[in-house]
């Protein structure tokens, strides 16, 4: 499907496999690395990608920072930091939100193409999943009206249930 001229692709699959410009880590505020997306993109990844975390010395809730993607077959990986639900001081939605829109402009300063999202927050941050897909695509929706290079978005889903809901509310 289409948002503006935004091509919007729903996915079952694993993020570390995509070749785009950028795939979009799901990390934590020290982006030492974790478990779940992080976990996966680092151990695929390569020492050189956290050697690269380490100069940005962390990265607050809602914002992202841009590294090589070490060994992954994408160009570089996006470290977006979801927030923890329920423990934003009802922050919640505005910081998922902005962690899509956050990763978009830092995709669109490097004149990148494409770019794949996972479900930010919807793991161990326990963000519902039928209240994130309607934040992710309100930001994807606003950011499409800004001119840039994107011109591929997709959303990478890790479980049928998440791609069934994903694919169900963006149709
Ligand atoms: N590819 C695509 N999606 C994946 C993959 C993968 N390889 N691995 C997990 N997922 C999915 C999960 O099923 C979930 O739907 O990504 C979504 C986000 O889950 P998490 O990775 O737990 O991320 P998040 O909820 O944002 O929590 C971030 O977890 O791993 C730690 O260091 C990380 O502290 C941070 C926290």
Same mark, same amino acid.
Do not use: W
């Given at each position: 499907m289409k948002i503006g001229e935004i091509d919007i692709n729903i996915k079952m699959g694993d993020i570390t496999e995509e070749k785009v410009d950028a795939i979009v880590n799901a990390a934590n505020n020290t982006l030492l690395g974790g478990g779940g997306v992080d976990g996966a993109i680092h151990k695929k990844g390569g020492a050189s990608i956290?050697?690269?975390?380490?100069? /940005? =010395?962390g990265c607050p809730t809602g914002? !992202?920072?841009i590294t090589t993607a070490g060994n992954l077959p994408s160009k570089y990986?996006? /470290?977006a930091v979801g927030p #923890? %639900? +329920?423990?934003? &001081? =009802?922050? &919640?939605?505005?910081?998922l939100y902005? !962690? %899509?829109t956050n990763s978009l402009k830092l995709a669109a300063e490097y004149n990148l193409k494409s770019i794949s999202?996972? $479900?930010i927050s919807t793991g $161990? %941050? +326990?963000y519902p999943i039928d209240a994130a897909v309607a934040i992710v695509k309100q930001a994807l929706e606003n950011f499409s009206k800004i001119k $840039?290079? #994107?011109m591929e978005i997709n959303l990478i889903m890790f479980s049928n249930d998440n791609f069934k809901i994903y694919e169900d509310y963006f149709e």
């Open positions: 956290l050697e690269q975390c380490k100069k /940005h =010395s914002e !992202a920072r990986v996006i /470290h #923890i %639900y +329920g423990r934003t &001081d =009802s922050m &919640d939605e505005i910081l902005n !962690a %899509y999202f996972p $479900s $161990s %941050y +326990g $840039s290079t #994107i």
